[in-house]
């Protein structure tokens, strides 16, 4: 990371999909694709996340989580023992949280070939020169993203049990050569309404993994809708007591509502600031973003302040998406210049 510019501008994960994506999902889970049909399209699907954030100037880049389906971490729960599949709770109406297919745990879980986050970390490796980031759901969103019928004493049994998987699979990435990993938590409130706990849940997760490590905290994202109570407050203090290096939060889609926290906890550690809302339909101009970050740097060190949307891009339109990005960097650009440091 060495390299990196001043203010420097990342993804949280996924990217915006093509719409010819969205017809090879169709298509494989009507079983009209082999499995070199599905690998070719997933291959190039990713090939293309790599190629737009590299053309907008991103300068840390994922793989845009192309290969997970219609949610960051629900494709997961297939490679996983002790889950099956259950209907959705809701057919009618518009798309929410209810309206997908649900999961339910029916006995110990395993996972004994891994989560594939290595396969996919791997490819983007080989496909890149650019700094990268590799992300993972973290154990508190996998676990609300199920029904416990069998196998557990009760949810908090589970939910440790998800974080050691995790844990596997954080340290075979860095092991592969991942130097920068996130752990995702939109579904929080459940399990760690107190910053504390949460800690605690989040250094299970990575105990033992040599990596530069992120958290990224966010309310919800599905459809643009929140599943949390859209507040840090109540997490700060006690949340610093996770073994992250960074923190990377939601803010614009709040107008920047609570960034004066990092001025009043901030212990010196990174903060990937979301100054871009992939949730609305408005493109931001570089000024925008620019005023974003005049705002942020009242808060933050300029040396430790990340620029990045507030969360990932998969449910935003690929033509809205790709001109946010070109214009979040050259926001970013705009505030080097600034400050003597393009």
Same mark, same amino acid.
């Given at each position: 990371?060495?390299?990196?510019?001043?203010?420097?501008?990342?993804?949280?994960?996924?990217?915006?999909?093509?719409?010819?994506?969205?017809?090879?999902?169709?298509?494989?889970?009507?079983?009209?694709?082999?499995?070199?049909?599905?690998?070719?399209?997933?291959?190039?699907?990713?090939?293309?996340?790599?190629?737009?954030?590299?053309?907008?100037?991103?300068?840390?880049?994922?793989?845009?989580?192309?290969?997970?389906?219609?949610?960051?971490?629900?494709?997961?729960?297939?490679?996983?023992?002790?889950?099956?599949?259950?209907?959705?709770?809701?057919?009618?109406?518009?798309?929410?949280?209810?309206?997908?297919?649900?999961?339910?745990?029916?006995?110990?879980?395993?996972?004994?070939?891994?989560?594939?986050?290595?396969?996919?970390?791997? !490819?983007?490796?080989?496909?890149?020169?650019?700094?990268?980031?590799?992300?993972?759901?973290?154990?508190?969103?996998?676990?609300?993203?199920?029904?416990?019928?069998?196998? !557990?004493?009760?949810?908090?049994?589970?939910?440790?049990? &998800?974080?050691?998987?995790?844990?596997?699979?954080?340290?075979?990435?860095?092991?592969?050569?991942?130097?920068?990993?996130?752990?995702?938590?939109?579904?929080?409130?459940?399990?760690?309404?107190?910053?504390?706990? &949460?800690?605690?849940? !989040?250094?299970?997760?990575?105990?033992?993994?040599?990596?530069?490590?992120?958290?990224?905290?966010? &309310?919800?994202?599905?459809?643009?809708?929140?599943?949390?109570?859209?507040? /840090?407050?109540?997490?700060?203090?006690?949340?610093?007591?996770?073994?992250?290096?960074?923190?990377?939060?939601? &803010?614009?889609?709040?107008?920047?509502?609570?960034?004066?926290?990092?001025?009043?906890?901030?212990?010196?550690?990174?903060?990937?600031?979301?100054?871009?809302?992939?949730?609305? !339909?408005?493109?931001?101009?570089?000024?925008?973003?620019?005023?974003?970050?005049?705002?942020?740097?009242?808060?933050?060190?300029?040396?430790?302040? /990340?620029?990045?949307?507030?969360?990932?891009?998969?449910?935003?339109?690929?033509?809205?998406?790709?001109?946010?990005?070109?214009?979040?960097?050259?926001?970013?650009?705009?505030?080097?210049?600034?400050?003597?440091?393009?």
């Amino acid at each position: 990371m060495s390299t990196l510019p001043l203010l420097p501008t990342t993804v949280v994960g996924s990217h915006c999909k093509p719409g010819w994506w969205h017809l090879v999902q169709e298509e494989a889970c009507k079983g009209n694709l082999g499995p070199t049909d599905l690998q070719e399209a997933l291959d190039t699907a990713v090939d293309i996340a790599i190629l737009d954030q590299e053309r907008a100037g991103i300068d840390i880049i994922s793989d845009g989580e192309m290969r997970r389906g219609l949610h960051f971490y629900r494709t997961y729960y297939a490679r996983l023992q002790g889950v099956q599949t259950a209907p959705p709770q809701r057919r009618l109406g518009e798309p929410g949280y209810d309206t997908r297919e649900s999961y339910e745990v029916v006995g110990r879980i395993a996972a004994p070939e891994g989560m594939g986050i290595v396969r996919e970390f791997e !490819y983007l490796k080989a496909h890149t020169r650019r700094p990268t980031k590799v992300t993972c759901a973290g154990p508190q969103t996998f676990t609300w993203g199920v029904t416990l019928r069998d196998g !557990y004493r009760d949810d908090r049994e589970l939910l440790y049990d &998800f974080a050691r998987i995790i844990n596997a699979e954080l340290r075979a990435l860095a092991a592969a050569g991942a130097t920068f990993i996130q752990v995702d938590e939109p579904a929080f409130t459940r399990w760690a309404a107190d910053g504390k706990t &949460f800690a605690e849940i !989040y250094n299970a997760t990575v105990e033992g993994v040599q990596a530069k490590l992120a958290l990224h905290i966010c &309310f919800g994202n599905h459809h643009g809708r929140p599943t949390a109570k859209r507040t /840090y407050r109540p997490l700060f203090p006690g949340v610093l007591a996770a073994r992250a290096d960074q923190f990377v939060l939601e &803010f614009a889609n709040r107008e920047l509502a609570e960034i004066a926290l990092w001025k009043e906890f901030g212990d010196g550690r990174e903060l990937g600031a979301g100054l871009l809302d992939q949730k609305s !339909y408005y493109i931001e101009t570089p000024e925008d973003i620019a005023e974003r970050i005049r705002v942020a740097l009242w808060y933050v060190p300029r040396d430790k302040l /990340y620029i990045n949307p507030d969360c990932g891009l998969h449910p935003t339109p690929r033509w809205v998406g790709l001109q946010k990005l070109r214009n979040m960097v050259e926001g970013a650009r705009i505030v080097r210049r600034e400050l003597g440091a393009e």
